[in-house]
């Protein structure tokens, strides 16, 4: 039995996106670890040496490196970071559910963080790239409301023409009107 989520107006959207969506629209922070400690040399100087893996485009050794990371600094200020280029490394690799998983982490356990719209964006990316087209177009819709004038809203525009996702919203839901979503089980097929 497949749980869904109603958003407005009878859409359906899978139980997954609606907890996204609802964190996003709430701002929960339920880790503190990019808060708690500044980093050390020693996490400044690897998380440095991961970003060069990825700036040479070297996606399975930044991973490697970025999972190491978390392992040793994950409550430095650089764990946010740290998660969200893994996640990236994940996405590049096409390796989607992993990447989805990395993103969604960013919001969970880092959401003050500065890497929240992004993760946002590749989230509605992911999205868009497996097929579900509804849940993308929810995602990169909220990135228009929510941060307007901001590169990843301008991202998000772009997706939403290339990947022609248009979702009927209008006019754009206030954030207080979408925070009373209702559970709901889907029938079960026979």
Known sequence: MAHTTRIRRGARVPIRTALILLLLLLGVTLGQGDLLAKPNPAARQLYNRVMEEFRNRDYEAALAGFRLFLEIYDRSRLAASAQFWKGECEYRLARYEDALASFEKVLIDHS???????????????YAKVGQREEAGILLNRLLVDYPDSPEAEAAEKAIQRYNLHVEMSPPIPIEETVSLKVEDEPASE
């Open 112 to 126: 003050g963080s500065s890497k929240r719209r992004g993760a946002t964006l590749k989230i509605g990316l992911i």
